[in-house]
């Protein structure tokens, strides 16, 4: 039987991999991409009109927070791959800071189980650095791999003990795994509920300084420097920690680095009146941070965008600002969310926005992914410049809704998505098999 | 002070900050008319007679609660007081669950203590009953600050052009907030004294001074407000001893005199006496702590019955007025 065909046709094709940025139609058969050109015979295909639209690489998040197993009060796998995939992701990485944590085969399998059974999109699941999150001692990193794991990493806890994060970065190597560090120096953070600002000064909230997390950072950097090994740094927040990212790699450091769209869209003006839904780790910080990552993200200091979707209950959000949890959920709105704020004022290319959501993220993991370079397996995100929607409760695949975005404006829907050729997204709703 | 026209249109108060000065010197006109009234014999207006007002006082305060209560009964209203340990907060009911319980009930003003900044604010947001701001946390604790500005104005004569110095953990007192944005707004000049782990660095942005220097501080100053410092502060490495913050910045006999001999010495209290101020500074003849106590009735008369939709007047009407402008 010969593989099923599909045309895309007319669309703009945006492929930094391949420094494309141009109308084309895009052929892809069975599960690969088969060709990238003008006036691509249709012959045989079943043809999706793509004029005025942009095709990207399918989108590659870094930083998911799964909740499976044992938080699924607040997320699925089917929950939280449905909205991936509805914003565009083809792959995702699930944190390990599951009950019980991903620091043991037995639970990396079952994730890859419940995947296979209920999962809308690739998940790549991610190991603990250390047992039990506790930052002690080292998980069984080879017996991690061998479950499959990408990466490793304890965010959501910062790993405090210097010499055991040497350790780590250096064990690792053998499995060529990188290190995602949430960079926090908790004992500069304890207690803080936003960033230390003026405007936590007027709120009188406790802060979370700049240097807390620039702190960590700088030390995360300079261990991987001294140990060769292969580090991502999570979500970077603070103008200090990009400034300290760009010198380590002006000096030739193997580090990566990601940002939210939350950060580069929103600053701690958000929390103005204490609202829950802007309440996350690291915080939003000022508009001088905002602009610094901005910046970094054009000048390719900070790699990729990962959304960090960390959601929780309404019930565990309607309480007051000190008691809510940290994190936002971020699949749906995150490229909206961007071409929104950054691309529709000029701030951001189209190229380099799918360089940070889609190629570079995955050779931040060395998968072979991101690309839609011909014979690259046909993961394809289409959106849609054109379309304004406003996110609302009833919009959201995801299990929670403590989106900071809900009631804005936002221009640039995700159509059409495919993943290994197969349609997963229809006219911007996920697609029941 | 001349009578403003300016009409009361908050449904709330919540913070000093970003009211205007007309707002200010309505309140505190008002203040002064019923202070008048605290003077005679019969204390009582009837004013929110008929009106029920909520203490939700869900942090200890036995000093501003009993203000508040007393206010709420000079102007006859209806008074329900709900403390921590009367509600099933703790049995993991949210504060907003327990906001619509109260709400159910019909209230008219509901007055929050919470240790929590912004909690006070995240009530007004949905409760049809005036919320008025008793403390929260670290942010704001507005009728203090009206009564320190009420005190300033009925001893100094005046606000504008006055040096006010506030000593102490300016980080964590919802009090120097408060009066932060009433002082500035009048038009006073506030330099903010205590060592550089209890002021918040980039507080100069607000519009006033900082020093490490109580000497300095006090040099020119017509008022100086020392806070109370929680002695836990320590615990978090904010200071070395309590013995060392007292030595610094203490005002003891002594170095009273380092500032003008009419300076007027304000504490919003509970006193540490012998940490902020010395027992014979404190009962000395600059202290005018026992007014702010006196005050703190009057002006909380005032704000309840203006949220309340009063209206500016020197004897308040019998009746209360039943339009409610909600633009705040
Ligand atoms: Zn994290």
């Known amino acids: 039987m010969a593989p099923t065909k599909l045309l895309l046709r007319g669309g703009r094709v945006v492929d930094p991999a391949n420094r494309v940025d141009t109308t084309a139609d895009l052929l892809i058969e069975g599960e690969r991409i088969a060709a990238v050109g003008d006036r691509l015979s249709a012959s045989g295909a079943e043809v999706v009109e793509a004029d005025g639209q942009i095709v990207f690489p399918g989108f590659i998040d870094l ?39 991903a620091d043991n085969r037995p639970v990396v399998e079952f994730l890859l189980a419940e995947a296979r059974r209920s999962a809308v999109v690739n998940v790549l699941p991610i190991g603990a650095v250390t047992k039990g999150l506790a930052g002690e001692s080292l998980a069984d990193i080879g017996e991690l791999k061998a479950a499959g ?53 007027k709120q009188g909230v406790q802060g979370i300084p700049s240097t807390s997390e620039a702190v960590m950072a700088g030390r995360d950097l300079l261990l991987a420097e001294a140990t060769g090994a292969r580090l991502h740094l999570a979500h970077v927040s603070a103008r200090e920690t990009v400034d300290l990212i760009r010198a380590a790699k002006g000096r030739g450091v193997a580090v ?19 609202a829950p839904n802007y309440k996350m780790n690291p915080p939003l910080r000022s508009e001088g941070d905002r602009a610094a990552l901005r910046a970094a993200l054009r000048d390719g200091v900070l790699d990729t965008i990962a959304t960090d979707h960390a959601p929780h209950t309404q019930a565990e959000k309607d309480r007051d600002l000190e008691a809510a949890p940290f994190g936002v959920i971020g699949l749906e709105t995150a490229v909206a969310v961007l071409l929104t704020v950054l691309v529709k004022p000029g701030l951001l290319s189209l190229t380099q926005l799918a ?36 996110a609302t409760a009833e919009t959201f695949e995801s299990k929670s809704l403590n989106s900071p975005f809900i009631g804005w404006a936002l221009h640039g829907g995700v159509t059409e998505v495919f993943l290994g050729g197969r349609r997963i997204v229809h006219t911007g709703e996920v697609v029941t098999p | 002070m001349s009578m403003s026209a300016t009409p009361w249109t908050r449904k709330d108060l919540l913070g000093l900050e970003g009211l205007s000065a007309e707002e200010l010197t309505l309140v505190l006109e008002q203040a002064k008319a019923f202070k008048e009234v605290s003077l005679r014999p019969i204390k009582k207006v009837p004013a929110l007679r008929g009106r029920t007002v909520v203490l939700f006082f869900l942090e200890p305060s036995t000093r501003t609660r009993t203000s508040f209560e007393l206010a709420a009964k000079r102007l006859s209203a ?115 004294c205590g060592p550089p782990t209890l002021v918040p660095p980039g507080i100069e942005r607000l519009g006033v001074t900082v020093t490490y220097s109580l000497k300095e501080a006090m040099r020119e100053a017509d008022v100086v407000m020392l806070l109370r410092l929680q002695l836990e502060r320590q615990q978090q490495h904010l200071l070395p001893s309590i013995r060392e913050y007292a030595a610094l910045f203490g005002v003891n006999r002594e170095k009273l005199a380092w500032g003008k001999p009419d300076m007027i010495v304000m504490h919003p209290g509970p006193v540490n006496r012998g940490v902020e101020l010395a027992p014979d500074v404190a009962d000395g003849p600059q202290s005018v702590i026992y007014d702010q106590v006196t005050n703190g009735v009057a ?16 004897t308040p009407k019998p009746a209360p007025h039943p339009e409610r402008p909600v633009t705040a």
């Open chain 1, 256 to 274: 990566t680095a990601e940002v939210t769209p939350h950060h580069l869209a929103l600053t701690d003006e958000s929390l103005h009146d204490y």
């Open chain 1, 63 to 101: 930083h998911v927070h799964l909740r499976s197993p044992g938080r699924e009060e607040k997320e699925t796998v089917a929950t939280g791959t449905r909205a991936a995939a509805k914003g565009g992701f083809t792959t995702i990485c699930a944190m390990a800071n599951t009950e019980p944590p």
């Open chain 1, 355 to 390: 360089a940070a959501l889609s190629w570079q993220p995955a050779r931040a993991l060395g998968i072979p992914r991101g690309t839609l370079s011909p014979g690259a397996v046909a993961d394809v995100t289409v959106v849609d410049p054109g379309r304004a929607w406003q």
């Open chain 1, 149 to 201: 794991v990408v990466a490793l990493s304890d965010d959501g806890r910062s790993i405090m003990n210097a010499h055991l994060m040497r350790r780590a970065l250096e064990y690792a190597k053998m499995f060529e795994l990188p290190i995602i560090s949430h960079a926090e120096d908790t004992t500069l953070s304890a207690g803080g509920v936003m960033h230390e600002g003026l405007v936590s000064l």
């Open chain 2, 78 to 192: 209806d008074i329900l007081n709900i403390q921590a340990a009367s509600t099933s907060l703790t049995k993991g009911e949210t504060i907003m669950d327990t906001v619509r319980n109260i709400e159910a009930m019909k209230v008219d003003i509901l007055v929050i203590r919470h240790s929590v900044s912004g909690v006070p604010l995240t009530v007004a947001k949905t409760a049809a009953a005036s919320v008025i701001n008793a403390g929260d946390g670290s942010h704001e604790h507005p009728t203090q600050g009206l009564v320190d500005l009420y005190t300033i104005l009925e001893k100094k004569g005046q606000i504008a052009g006055l040096n006010v110095a506030i000593v102490g953990d300016i980080s964590h007192s919802r009090v120097a907030r408060s009066n932060l944005w009433g002082l500035t707004t009048l038009g006073a000049r506030v330099t903010l």
């Open chain 2, 299 to 314: 002006v909380r008369m005032a704000v309840l019955y203006l949220v309340s939709g009063g209206r500016p007047a020197k």
